[in-house]
């Protein structure tokens, strides 16, 4: 149960925040909640914003294009940012550009 809240919550944080995630969390958060309270998965899964995510995951592991598209904007934003702001060497910046690159290859193998 307590895991599941703090999903919930760091769900509800990025709704707000375009870097922090939100239907990642809010899988988890449904997973936690199928085993500590079944009544509060229920309520995600039937949510009208939030519930079709989670359903979809579920029985396909699809993500939404738009959502893929929102994901890979914002790793190209945030890994801009810390080439701009940090400036780290060809040490840090490769590995975390071909990082990048294979978890947006994951995202768009899985089905929309």
Not at 25 to 40: D, N
Not at 95 to 101: D, E, G, K, S, Y
Request: with cysteine.
């Amino acid at each position: 149960m307590a895991l599941g809240g703090l999903s919930v919550a760091l769900g509800a944080i990025g709704a707000f925040l375009p870097i922090m995630p939100t239907v990642p969390f809010l899988i988890l958060a449904a997973a936690c909640f199928a085993r500590g309270s079944p009544r509060v998965e229920r309520w995600m899964l039937d949510h009208p914003r939030f519930g079709p995510p989670i359903r979809d995951w579920r029985a396909r592991g699809a993500i939404p294009l738009r959502a893929k598209l929102f994901a890979v904007g914002g790793m190209a934003g945030g890994y801009t940012v810390t080439l701009l702001a940090v400036a780290p060497g060809l040490m840090v910046a490769l590995p975390l550009a071909a990082a990048l690159a294979l978890v947006a290859a994951w995202m768009f193998s899985r089905p929309s």
